[in-house]
Every structure is written in C-alpha cells, then in structure tokens.
C-alpha cells in the first residue's frame, strides 16, 4: 500500500540557509500534518493543512512556511536556519471523511545544521 | 497548558508482560492513541481509545479511563523486536485534529 513520502531523507545545511521539505501524502488523504520532534524530544505539531488551506497551527517559527498544492503535496520552507533547527521533521495524512483514525507518519527528514 | 505524563523507561525480559502508563490533563480530547517509534523512525500507529475500556490488538492492549485522564498500554508476550519508545498522544480536537504526545517510554526488551 501506498504510504507518506517525504523527500529528502537526509539533509545538511549551514546556518542561516535555506531548505524546502516535502511531503506527499497518501492518495485519496486530504489533510496533511507537520511535526518537529528534536533528539530525545516528543513530537510538536507545526502546522496542517486540510484542502490546500491551513487548517491548524502550532509552535512553527515565524521562519518557516508551509503550503499545500493543488496535487495535495505540501512544502516546508525553512529560511534563516539556526542549529536548534536540526530535527526530524515528519509529516503525516489522514482523510477527513471517514478514514482510519490518527493518522500515517512519513518516514521523515533528518534536517542538521552546522 | 497539555500536559501528558509517562515513564521514561521500563526494562522487561522477553517473553513477559509490560504496562506503560500514561495520564493526561488537556484542553481537549478526541481519542488516545498510543504509536511505537524505533530509534530514527516514524511513529506508527499501534491503538486508540475513544470510549471507556479495553481494546485488544493481537499482542496490544489499551485501556482508557477519561474520568481519571489516565490510559495505558499492555505488551504481552515481549519480543526483543518490542525494544522502542511508546508514545501516548492525546488528540486534542476533532477526529482530524492535532496530537499533543507524550516524552514517549523507551521500553528495553532483554534476552
């Protein structure tokens, strides 16, 4: 079965650089989710989408953006990168009208600053 | 403010049986979730409560009490493959809505 995919796994960055995260949900879902989890931390909940308009916000920095097209991927954008920056950052997908409860994690992408 | 509380480790034998607990104070509530992440990995989903009781999955049990904002998550018959943090999470909204986690249970299986 289809799952999250996010692009890239792994990405490297100095401070003060720029980086874009993808994500691509699972067909059919119309809700994409944002989450920050930094070593040994819980996962934080950054920001949602729901039919390519925000639908939620949490603890995103004023640096970063997101959007969500009309193919239902969605971007991170994350400018001005600082080193408590470097996190997994995970998104996931679920569908509003009936599908399984919670949702599905994408494998994620490891972001370091340096 | 959320807050969800829960053991930061547990050390069991294979072959055995282990509860995490997990207790929460939130602003809102849609449903208990417990997710399994291995080191590095993405959380996957392992089981949700959104009534009171018991909800029995295979090797995985859940209770939930939403009048004691307490749940916990019962692992029988310990694998050494089981070794992972357990992460309670709370959905705070709607069935769409956001997770509030726990710090997650880092559950070491031994020989």
């Known amino acids: 079965a289809a799952g999250v995919i996010q692009s890239p796994r792994h990405l490297i960055k100095e401070k003060r650089e720029t980086a874009t995260l993808k994500c691509y949900p699972i067909?059919?879902?119309?809700?994409v989710y944002w989450y920050q989890q930094g070593p040994g931390q819980d996962p934080q909940f950054l920001i949602s989408?729901?039919?390519?308009?925000?639908?939620d916000k949490g603890s995103i920095p004023d640096r970063f953006s997101a959007q969500q097209f009309s193919d239902y991927h969605s971007e991170l954008n994350m400018s001005s990168l600082e080193l408590g920056d470097s996190a997994l950052y995970f998104c996931?997908?679920?569908?509003?009208?009936?599908?399984?409860?919670?949702?599905?994690f994408g494998s994620g992408t490891r972001l370091t600053v340096v | 403010g959320q807050n969800i509380d829960q053991p930061t480790e547990m050390t069991a034998t294979e072959g055995a049986i282990v509860q995490i607990n997990c207790t929460y104070q939130?602003?809102?509530?849609?449903?208990l979730f417990w997710y399994q992440q291995h080191a590095g990995e993405a959380p996957t989903f392992l089981s949700y409560?959104?009534?009171?009781g018991l909800e029995e999955k295979g090797r995985f049990s859940s209770f939930l009490s939403r009048s004691k904002g307490y749940s916990y998550l019962l692992l029988k018959e310990l694998q050494m493959k089981d070794s992972a943090s357990y992460l309670c999470?709370?959905?705070?909204?709607?069935?769409?809505?956001?997770?509030?986690f726990g710090a997650g249970t880092q559950v070491v299986v031994t020989p």
């Open positions: 996931a997908s679920s569908y509003r009208q009936g599908g399984l409860p919670g949702y599905t």
């Open positions: 067909p059919r879902h119309d809700t």
């Open positions: 989408f729901y039919e390519k308009m925000q639908s």
């Open positions: 939130t602003s809102g509530f849609n449903g």
């Open positions: 409560n959104v009534l009171d």
């Open positions: 999470a709370v959905q705070l909204t709607d069935s769409w809505g956001k997770f509030q």
